[in-house]
């Protein structure tokens, strides 16, 4: 009898994770460049976190969402999912407060 196939569900759960990261990063892309071409960030604050959530922390979560085979060899599996977790909640926060000082 061979092993179980597939050993894992990881590229079945980053499979369905990437379709949330994928929708979201190209969401705050356009929303978020509209925001700022519309001029809508008034302070200083709202503007320096639009530009920081558009330039950084986007392409960071997109990033850690690509490199799953690198980064699983190097911290299990367990630690892809709560790094990808953590990108994706300072990313939310950031939008979520970014949405507040704008509005």
């Known amino acids: ?12 759960f980053w499979a369905i994770a990437g379709m949330v990261v994928l929708t979201g990063a190209f969401w705050w892309g356009v929303e978020g460049y509209a925001l700022f071409e519309g001029q809508y960030a008034r302070g200083q604050i709202a503007d320096g976190l639009l530009r920081f959530s558009l330039l950084i922390l986007t392409p960071a979560l997109v990033l850690v969402w690509l490199v799953a085979a690198w980064l699983r060899r190097r911290i299990g599996e367990g630690g892809y999912w709560q790094l990808l977790g953590l990108v ?9 407060v ?4 704008v509005a």
Do not use: E
């Not at 009898?1 to 079945?12: E, I, K, L, T, V």
């Not at 994706?88 to 979520?96: D, S």
């Not at 970014?98 to 000082?101: A, D, E």
């Open 1 to 12: 009898m061979g092993a179980n196939w597939p050993p894992s569900r990881f590229w079945q």
């Open 88 to 96: 994706a909640m300072i990313w939310a926060g950031a939008i979520l």
């Open 98 to 101: 970014t949405r507040m000082l």
